[in-house]
């Protein structure tokens, strides 16, 4: 099983805690987690998925070890959330990934990929709204 590694991102608004595993040249699968949850949910599944991809999981703001700005300066919307995303993928370089969302991360990550349609390489959607 591959090394899960922790890592920090300065991302639009936020510094992104995000945990990665895989090789670095593997497809990308970017994991959105739920309510009331973080990219601790992955923790199982990212080790498992990483032998074959790079494995991206990062906490959504307001979530688990995600700092965002002070309280009254950052709108907690989906919009938001959507926009440090795309600010986290343009930071790390990602050119095409899939997505696996669930929950929270569903209406974040589907406003991705309606932004950006040529990056996104596949959708799996559990639970989603």
Known sequence: MSEVHYRRLKAGAAEVFYREAGPADGQVLLLLHGF???????RDLIPLMADK???IA???PGFGQTVTPARGTFTYSFDAMA???EAFVDALGLERFALYIFDYGAPTGLRLA???PGQI???I???GN
């Open 53 to 55: 991809y790079r494995v």
């Open 36 to 42: 009331p949850s973080a990219s601790h949910m992955f």
């Open 58 to 60: 990062p906490d959504l």
């Open 125 to 127: 959607s559990q639970n």
């Open 121 to 123: 390489t596949a959708i």
């Open 114 to 116: 309606i932004r950006r």
């Open 83 to 85: 926009d440090v995303i």
